[in-house]
């Protein structure tokens, strides 16, 4: 089964189980929240077989055409027969009332109605379901079982999915990654869109003036392809039309076979471009908002992300494109997964393994929003009106040297490169700052010896001692005590120190005022009068 090679049976289970106990517990309107590339389509399959061997009758809503067809295959390498379910897609629908399983285009089911009633209705990429399309067809339904999957159950705008109860999620996306069902991901930011002077509009960029500054890049993105691509296929996505063809000019006129996919490609020259992509013709496909879900191009390394956003979901979405696993046999040359056997013929040679993913993200998507593996919940609420969303730390670094990104978590210095960050970057904790100036190399040493004379190391070390204090519940003087027994009260006489150290040492008895600089001495005694 497809579960088995995949190896996630576990997981499956067990979030079948969550779907039962919540159902059991009066929940109807469940999310499965399932990262991208996790095999989202055997729990599904699962879920509705499962359901029609009760005899229930299971609706199966999914968003475009080629997604449908992309559901009838899956069932029918599960088993079933034409003549087991029925298809609801424009001119291509089948009229089979019988049937316990319909698939339907949420366009079509729109401008059709339901027909007969239904005890399950399974919603492929939930997320999306917070347009009024999916709500009438959920209020015509009624009060039955709800079961949606998504990788990215976040905002849509300022809207939350306020219409769902309950989520399961027994595996992250670095859970995932850890035990090599998703690729690992290396990031870089070279050179960034500007979008400082970009407006916001429903949550995200305003097209028409970020499609203005990404064309501002464009020999910027080929040249960082060139430089870190390493030459494998990559998926880029584009702001607009415009864009996504002036990218296209620029890397077929290099020397780079590249194509462009967008909303109005035409079936056939959409279908062409795959496939030549999936054959190697094509060395890059530029999209613009077509291939961020429901497309399946594992051997896609290279994402060049040439799209600024500030919505969570679209940016895990078009990130998940490149996080597939790939492997080509040794024997019969086809291509598969992680798994240890080609599950095509069961040789366990492959000729070629996806190791890595590459994301070059001129967006700052990454800085922006966070790394595509970090957790997020699902969001149940709408945002308020006038709630102005306040700017978080991602824990991203980029390296300034190789720009390659990474996780604060991960530690101070580059792991690519081994280039510590600056110390005059504002995101740098005093923790952090302390760290490195402790470095041997000759510079900080330098430096280091300048805050000891100016007592800043001092501050430093203090502020940190600070945050150990209430950590461990110490007394107020707790910092104060531990800076003297390291230092002695040269670390509370240096130019750097205010009054209220040397007070300290004055009440402690551990000077008098004939030890205080005469620099100092003013304000101290000013100091000294006001504690009194």
Known sequence: SASSSRGLGDVYKRQIEDCRRFVAEGKKRIIV?????????????????????????????????????????????????????????????????????????????QKRGLGSPYDLCIVDEMHLSTSNGYQNIFASLGEIVFIGLSATPYHVGRKGHTFWQCFTRPETAASLRDQDYLTHLKIYSKKVINTKGVKTIAGDFDKKSLAEESMKVIGDVLATYKELGEGKQALGFAVNVDHATQLTDAFNADGIPSGIIEAKTPKKEREKILDDFRAEKLQVIFNVG????????????????????????????????????????????????????????????????????????????????????????????????GTRTASVDTGIRTCQKCFFVWEKADGLKCPACGTPPDLKDKTLSTADRLELLEDTNAKNKNILQRMEKDGTKYLLEFSILKERRDQLHESKLWPEKILYRKYGKSAFMTDGYNPFYIYTLLKYKKITTDDIPLKHKASVLQFLSKQK
Request: positive net charge.
């Open 290 to 385: 077509t291939l961020t879900t429901g497309v399946d191009l594992p051997q896609t390394e290279v994402c060049i992300m040439a799209r600024p956003t500030k919505s969570l979901t679209l940016w895990i979405q078009m990130a998940g494109r490149v996080l597939r696993p790939y492997r080509v046999c040794g024997r019969c040359e086809k291509t598969y997964d992680n798994s240890a056997r080609c599950y095509h013929c069961g040789h366990d040679k492959p000729t070629y393994i996806k190791e890595y993913a590459i994301m070059l993200d001129h967006g700052e998507n990454t800085k922006r929003l966070g790394s595509p593996f970090k957790e997020h919940e699902p969001v149940f609420e709408d945002v308020p009106k």
């Open 33 to 109: 929240h399932l990262p991208t590339g996790a095999g989202k389509g055997v729990i599904l399959v699962e879920i509705a077989l499962n359901a029609m061997e009760k005899n229930k009758r299971v609706l199966f809503l999914v968003k475009g055409r080629e997604i449908v067809f992309q559901t009838v295959r899956l069932f029918k390498t599960a088993g079933l027969t034409d003549d087991e379910f029925s298809i609801e897609m424009g001119s291509e629908s089948t009229n089979n009332d019988q049937a316990r399983l319909k698939i339907a285009s949420v366009d079509t089911l």
